[in-house]
């Protein structure tokens, strides 16, 4: 049974399917540094198991040679009784107390060992999911940023939780059930052959039934499974999706639609769910069944033979005392349930396997953008950039940005515009190394990118995305991000450089006020400022705005591109702005269409020239009629393609 069979409709399939032995890799690289915790899990277990086993047995022992006193008590022990002749007392008062205290005794030791036992299984399990979390999410967070294009967040997030919390279950509840019928069958069984292995043979007849009606279930269950798991995929893309556009459902007066809609993918759910839980809830009581057969098959032959007394003519000889047939009896109950276990642990082991082997995928998965090793730190004194005939796509079927050139001094601002889809963000991710081009250079102080250390390149560009992200806790913490040692004060400052500082202060608890998830209780504007403080924090050397202006209201943006300019004074700067009038003062204006660099200049320049800069221009000012039907039609076949795209 391949783990593939328990997952349909993985995304990290052939990241998974690369791994080989997963759980054996699990083991070494992760279990090792804790393997006296698995050691004193294992050891305890066993110790503890056997001793749940001593109870049944002198309870036998004390009905033939206590109450019953059909055998000496000396020799009614099935194993060892020259051994214990020498420390059990002579009188029967002396053998009922001394019995009293081996039950005792083995049930307070025995959880003694118990406690041992999970303090070690849980110990291994939670150190090893420790690791393997933190260790995922470190891989993670240093992959190419286009293994994150086609992954949705809950598809990485069911990688650091679901599979590895399956992992932790595993190595707890999964290696301890396993050791508790390992020890249960085989100590069990071997007593029942020293007590009489002839009723033992009769006490072992469901074991080769059960063992086939557990195959039975796991090869019924496992499709079941898979599309239970499936279809929870599509309830929770559903509601992810749902939850995160309430916004628009609630404009839009479609509340109704939307539960309808979930209620369709939760009615799928409980359809295949429900299916899988006919199956299982016939599973146990059918093993009853099983188990109910071999304790009355057990009870009937050893009964009649307690009532003969003795072995007469037949398969069955030999005496089998009433003690016995009791510890028998006790004994067979215990056998049969461990066992049906077995269909449960290889259930999840499988689980184990298959989760094991996508975290381990995701771990061997290769960095496309990495350090040199003689890679050096970039020291930024003028700030100088220059592309050189840089060319990049980000498969091979299309090219985004072709055979741009350009060079910015340092201290001066360049600007990038163009239509949608042109290629503008995509050039400036490839100045901070998002990607590494495919064809040319690009150079920051006469160094090329690719031969220095990311860390130092990265500090050295401060970016404010059109697409602001604030993480969960206060505005002082989302501000300082990044410049952690940064003093309120300097917080505030950058706030005030922002003009985020008279919001902020208006808010419940100023700068100690929650954002949210997101920062889900500012306004888009508020957002963007505090995204826009938090590059002012961290002074950059070069500073990349795409869109920076792009949430807030004319009357903010012409406050914040009066705190921009203040700050662009002495720094490099990289602008994208769709509102062509916020970048009409930058030194250098490049006009880019389908990856190309069409146009050069500074904004009269351009508007002279009467070219794509001049009609985006016209747009903006209301002059389309005055456009020419080339520009239009041009514009109609970009908007075409990039709704093919979409």
Known sequence: MSSVDWEDDDPFEDQRDRVENPMKRLFYSYGAPYKL??????????????????????????????????????????VASGAVESIVPASETGQFWFTIGIIAGAFGLGAAFHWVRNWGFNSFAQNIQHDVRTDTYDKMQQLNMDFFADKQTGEMMSILSNDVNRLERFLNNGMNSLFRMLVMVVGIGALLFLINWQLALVAMVPVPLIMIFTYIFIKLIQPKY???????????????NNLGGIKVIKSSTTENYESDRVDDVSQQYFDTNWEAIRIRIGFFPGLRVLAGFGFALTFIIGGLWVLRDSGGPGPLTGNLSEGMFVVFILYTQRFVWPMAQFGQIINMYQRARASSARIFGLMDEPYRVTDDDDASDLAVDEGDVEYDSVTFGYDDEETIVEDVNFTVQGGETVALVGPTGAGKSTVLKLLMRMYDVDEGAIRVNGEEIDEV??????????????DTFLFYGTVEENIAYGTFDASR??????????????FIENLPDGYDTEVGERGVKLSGGQRQRISIARAILRDPEVLILD??????????????????????????TFAIAHRLSTIKDADLILVLEDGKVVERGSHEALLENGELYAHLWGVQAGEIDQLPQEFIERASRRRAR????D
């Open 37 to 78: 915790q698995a050691v004193v899990g294992i050891v305890s277990s066993v110790f503890a198991r056997l001793l749940d086993l001593l109870p049944p047995l002198m309870l036998g022992v004390a009905i033939d040679g206590l109450f019953l006193g059909t055998v000496d008590y000396h020799e009614a022990f099935p």
């Open 453 to 466: 250390t990311l860390s130092s390149l990265r500090r050295a560009m401060g970016y404010v995305s059109q």
């Open 226 to 240: 898979a599309a239970v798991r499936s279809t929870v995929g599509k309830v929770n893309s559903r509601l992810e």
């Open 547 to 572: 869109e920076a202006t792009s949430d807030v209201d004319t009357e903010t943006e012409m406050l914040i591109q009066r705190s921009l300019d203040r700050l662009t004074e002495n720094r490099t």
């Open 642 to 645: 990039a709704d093919v795209d």
């Open 489 to 502: 004060d300097e917080v505030m400052e950058a706030a005030k450089m922002a003009e985020a500082h008279a």
